[in-house]
Nanobody
C-alpha cells in the first residue's frame, strides 16, 4: 500500500506561484508513475500533469494543454516525493489538487485517472483575480 499526502496549497493572486508536494509513504515510489489531477466545484476530476518512472533516470512528462509552460512536474525518489511547480497562476486554476500513484511500466506516462491505484486527500489551490 502507498499513502500519499499533498501539501503546499493555498490562496494566491493571479500571476503568482505555488509549489505542491506529494509525500509518499508505505513503500518507495521510485518505480511508480505519478500524476497530478485537479477538481473544481461541480466539475469532473481532470488530468494536470504526469511523470514516468525510469530505471535510467530519464523521465518522461506530459501536461494538460492549458498548463503547459506554466506548470512543471518533478520527482525526488530519494525523498519519496513528487512536486508540482505552478507559475503564472490563473483564476481558472482554482481547484483541489490531487496526487496519484500507479505501478506502471518503465518510462510510461499515465494520464488517465482510472489507471491510478493510489490517491492523496487533496490540497486546495485558490487563485484570486
Amino acid at each position: 500500500q502507498v499513502q500519499l499526502v499533498e501539501s503546499g496549497g493555498g490562496l494566491v493572486q493571479a500571476g503568482g506561484s505555488l509549489r505542491l508536494s506529494c509525500a509518499a509513504s508505505g513503500r518507495p515510489i521510485n518505480n511508480y508513475a505519478m500524476g497530478w489531477f485537479r477538481q473544481a466545484p461541480g466539475k469532473e476530476r481532470e488530468f494536470v500533469a504526469a511523470i514516468s518512472w525510469s530505471a535510467s533516470s530519464t523521465y518522461y512528462t506530459r501536461y494538460k494543454y492549458s498548463v503547459k509552460g506554466r506548470f512543471t512536474i518533478s520527482r525526488d525518489n530519494a525523498k519519496n516525493t513528487v512536486y508540482l511547480q505552478m507559475n503564472s497562476l490563473k483564476p481558472e486554476d482554482t481547484a483541489v489538487y490531487y496526487c496519484a500513484a500507479d505501478p506502471a511500466a518503465d518510462k510510461v506516462v499515465v494520464t488517465t485517472r482510472y489507471e491510478y491505484d493510489y490517491w492523496g486527500q487533496g490540497t486546495q489551490v485558490t487563485v484570486s483575480s
